[in-house]
């Protein structure tokens, strides 16, 4: 185990400074007559004050203390953690892109907007929508965009329409975005697969009903045989299809969810189309939408009249802003980039091997683990600890255990309506080799749980650290540096 | 064909069809009824190899003109600061960026520890006891303070918010809102900053928060503390946007009775990116704590008793309370909050204060000489940080159109966003202007008027 790793407070020393400015070159003033006394701050922030060399290592330290894509499989299901391409990394740093001011003239900022048009159209045909806003930077964000367009549209057309239905196998977000756009939430109770049971679909839907959000694939990694039939129950009624762009790695070229029946739809670019996690963010989640919600996008639209590309602001049934400007543009850029490497061909490609993984990663833990499904999976798949209980081993000992093993646990406890859920997304970028080793190291650790549990209980081994008690964090926080 | 991102080879596939046993990758996509299969492909532009996305983007990408071709004096929630070497080379390791949320943080204690050291210079430079680990911009970093303070407010559901707050966060608040029984007030400004009397009188018992910017959007320093008591005498919360920039030089809003500290955190050494990724910063006083938005982490002790870092106070949160989450934030912008630290750590606590006392030095010799310059005068006088107002003879945009032409970004055409200050340029005058460009700024302004 490695020693504990200093704050960088605690290294910092009076008087060192990691970057250097020049001197001041305009003739100075006298502060007390820029700015009332009473405003100027008495005692300067206590920021660490740290040498280069130290804060280049200290930052180092920390890299090497942590995980991603680039240090090992990672097959959080749901999260979509593929491979994030190299040179969308450099092309997104290009200073033509990086030093553009959001606010600058439009006519030196057609390069930025002719990307921005084209990946909207990109998306268009990608989803089958009719036209897309790029402002949402997150798929929560895309959510309550969603969700506010489709409120807008029900009140233009003079419909109080306050519930939305939403099945308990959801993503949280899902019913926290609905509660943000002042929803009454209205959850259904999914069959034990994860489909909509359209018994339960029936007896809620009606004059109230504002919209049904759903994720196709389900978050069970299986795909709604049903939607044209739910999509029909849904629209008779006068409400909406609302589409969790989460799992969209299962179908690029393959189903489209706009000719499905959705009517508004969030993608997130940094699932699907390659962008880094950013160990949390920034993502992007643009929203495309049908036909009739087009009026009420978010302000403001890229414009195109065959010359240059522009902004209109002027959009009078507009739901307004969702964003300071226009969205996460360097994430933007990067997703653009990927879908032009992959073509049309490249990402049918993508979908097809993200659900041959997944495929693959259940077919070969059957043995070992409960398979509450067994039936195809699409780009991810759910196994539980069911056979390891009777060893008094859950899910998440297995996880803890797999850290020991080198790889990014898979989700646990999610979706909600399986017990003891272990998903596994594998996603298109892994060889055949990688899933082979994971699936030897799940293989191990149903044999340890036979024979030794505390090796499992007590895991990880390997790790910086141990187990960590989040109780105590969450009872008595520690949630800043004091001196 | 063979895809430098996907490793399969086409006898990979084979073995693991087999493997599965099934018959063609077909098959797997039983469940998706023929009648939605896409039976084309997707009108999409043919495939690029590497050295075609380059050569393509780089087009794109010369098709604008930022820094390196214009000499920006433009502001308005996006500003030009000097940004580090190490912050890029630092964001740049993938242990960092192609990592998701610290969801196992025995494998993700680098993150959690640089997020808490985020957190806690968040808490230095505006005096709040907590902050959270990122929001998605200062504009709605603003709407989820305004909510957390109606939430915390018991039956109280007016917010007033201050017209001299940057347009689009006002905008964004009003979306955010409308779905919701919260009603915003306006409170106009007099001679560029907030009128006290407006708050007086706006602000009542049903009140919960007064949203004020600091400095606001025409540059001007608000006077916080006084909001703060005419706030609190109704028995509301004072929310302060800040530059954080700006607190190298002016009292933390902690200090000055902010209840609630958010803002835009673009200025700590990210890219103007043509608006994003960008970074919300929030703080608050401790007793918000369980009320806040977005992820915290927290310090604790592992099985050894070794000191870790966690995601804490999850109960708050969509994937644990789901409808009734504090909010339905979920993906942050965490990698930018690391830029943030770094920035911030470079800097230390000298040069923090440096560049700030830098960007107010530099934007008054640039006003004075502009105020001093035929044809023009001062918005509001010199009680300002790193903007100003200039008013103009001449139409904002004929000017800009000109100072363009001379690779000038000119300052903000602010008359767009306030009728009533027709041919006012909002200027930003950072650290990175030089004397030589400001004076310049100045020549050309002054022949065109």
């Known amino acids: 185990m490695n020693e504990q790793q200093l704050t960088i407070f605690e290294i910092s020393k009076s008087d060192r400074v990691a970057v250097d400015l020049p001197k001041c070159d305009v003739t100075l003033e006298n502060i007390d007559e820029l700015i009332k006394p009473d405003f100027i701050r008495a005692e300067p922030a206590k920021l660490p004050e740290v040498s280069q060399p130290d804060l280049v290592r200290h930052y180092t330290a920390l890299s090497n203390r942590n995980f991603g894509v680039d240090s090992g499989f990672y097959p959080l299901g749901s999260c979509t953690m593929k491979y994030n391409p190299k040179v969308n990394e450099d092309v997104c740093r290009y200073a033509g892109f990086t030093d553009l001011h959001p606010l600058t003239d439009v006519t030196v900022a057609q390069g930025a907007l002719q990307l921005l048009y084209n990946i909207e159209q990109y998306l268009i045909e990608i989803s089958g929508m009719d036209a897309v806003t790029l402002q949402p930077v997150a798929g929560a964000h895309g959510e309550l965009t969603g969700l506010k367009l489709i409120r807008a549209y029900h009140r233009a057309r003079g419909e109080a329409r306050t519930k939305v239905i939403i099945p308990d196998s959801a993503h949280g977000t899902n019913p926290a975005s609905a509660a943000v756009c002042g929803l009454e939430i209205v959850e259904i109770k999914s069959n034990r697969d994860g489909s909509i049971n359209l018994e339960a679909l029936k007896a809620v839907v009606g004059s109230d009903t504002a919209a049904l959000m759903l994720t196709n694939p389900s978050t069970l990694g299986l795909f709604e045989t049903n939607i044209q039939e739910i999509a029909q129950i849904v629209h008779e009624a006068g409400g909406l299809l609302y589409y969790d762009g989460a799992n969209m790695n299962a179908i690029l070229g393959i189903a489209r969810p706009g000719d499905m029946g959705f009517d508004v739809v969030h993608i997130n670019l940094h699932k699907t189309f390659a962008t880094p996690h950013g160990g949390g963010g920034p993502g992007s989640g643009p929203v495309g939408v049908k036909k009739d919600l087009i009026p009420f996008l978010p302000v403001p639209i890229i414009t195109y009249d065959d010359k240059k590309f522009g902004l209109d602001e002027n959009r009078p049934q507009s739901i307004g802003r969702m964003h ?20 049309p061909e490249g990402l049918r490609q993508v979908s097809e091997d993200a659900v041959l993984n997944a495929n693959y990663c259940l077919s070969q833990l059957k043995e070992d683990y409960h398979v509450p499904f067994d039936r195809y999976s699409m780009h991810e798949c759910i196994i539980t600890s069911q056979k390891q209980q009777q060893f008094d081993i859950r899910a998440l000992d297995i996880a803890k255990r797999l850290l020991d093993y080198g790889y990014h646990p898979p989700t646990i406890y999610f979706p909600l309506i399986v017990e003891e859920a272990i998903m596994i997304e594998p996603t298109e970028t892994e060889s055949k080799e990688t899933l082979d080793g994971f699936i030897a190291a799940m293989r191990k650790i149903a044999r340890e749980a036979e024979g030794d549990v505390a090796k499992i209980k007590q895991a990880p081994h390997k790790t910086v650290v141990g187990r960590l008690d989040e109780t105590q964090a969450a009872r008595k926080p520690v949630v800043r540096w004091k001196a | 064909m063979a895809w430098s991102y996907l490793p399969h080879t086409s006898e990979d596939r084979k073995s693991m069809l087999e493997a599965i046993g099934a018959t063609s990758v077909n098959e797997l996509f039983v469940d998706i009824p023929q009648s939605l299969r896409l039976n084309e492909q997707l009108k999409l532009p043919p495939s690029l190899s590497e050295p075609e996305v380059v050569r393509h983007l780089a087009e794109l990408a010369k098709a604008n003109k930022g820094l390196q071709d214009l000499t920006c004096f433009r502001g308005a929630g996006a500003y030009d600061h000097y940004i580090p070497s190490v912050v890029d080379h630092i964001i740049r390791r993938s242990e960092f960026y192609t990592a998701y949320t610290q969801y196992q943080p025995e494998i993700s204690q680098g993150y959690l520890q640089a997020l808490w050291e985020y957190q806690s210079m968040i808490c230095e430079i505006t005096g709040m006891e907590v902050a959270n680990a990122s929001m998605y911009d200062g504009g709605t970093a603003i709407a989820e303070a305004a909510m957390m303070a109606v939430a915390a407010s018991a039956k109280r559901t007016k917010v007033i918010v201050a017209k001299a707050v940057h347009p689009h966060y006002r905008a964004i608040l009003a979306t955010y809102v409308q779905d919701q029984s919260i009603t915003i007030t306006v409170a106009p400004q007099a001679y560029g900053v907030t009128d006290f009397n407006s708050i007086e009188t706006l602000a009542d018992d049903t009140t919960a928060a007064v949203i004020v910017q600091c400095p606001n959007f ?80 927290g310090q604790t002790t592992d099985n050894q008793g070794n000191r870790g870092f966690v995601l804490t106070i999850q109960a708050r949160e969509q994937h644990i309370r789901r409808g009734k989450a504090t909010s339905n934030i979920c993906s942050n912008e965490a990698l930018c909050a690391l830029a943030a630290a770094i920035y911030m750590s470079s800097l230390g606590k000298n040069g923090f204060r440096e560049v700030a006392y830098q960007c107010l030095q530099k934007a008054h010799y640039a006003h004075a000489a502009l105020a001093a310059t035929t044809g023009c005068q001062s918005g509001f006088g010199s009680r300002f940080f790193k903007e100003f107002c200039i008013k103009t003879d001449k139409p904002v945009a004929y000017i800009n159109g000109k100072l363009l032409e001379q690779r000038i970004l000119g300052g903000l055409d602010i008359g767009k966003y306030y009728p009533e200050l027709e041919n006012v340029m909002l200027i930003c005058v950072t650290e990175k202007r030089t004397k030589e460009e400001i004076d310049r700024l100045v020549r050309e302004v002054g022949a065109l008027l």
Not at chain 2, 251 to 263: M, R, T
Request: proline share 4%; net charge positive; no cysteine.
């Open chain 2, 218 to 297: 025409f540059g001007n320093v608000e006077d916080l503390r006084s909001l703060g008591r005419l706030a609190h005498a109704k028995g509301a919360y004072l929310i302060a946007i800040v530059d954080p920039i700006s607190l190298g030089v002016l009292e933390a809003p902690g200090k000055l009775g902010a209840d609630i500290v958010v803002g835009e955190g673009q200025s700590l050494g990210l890219a103007l990116a043509f608006g994003g990724p960008y970074l919300g910063f929030f703080a608050a006083a401790e007793k918000f704590m369980r009320k806040m938005p977005g992820r915290i982490v």
């Open chain 1, 324 to 343: 300071s400007f226009y969205g996460n543009f360097g994430v933007i850029v990067r997703a653009y980039a990927y879908i032009r490497t992959m073509g």
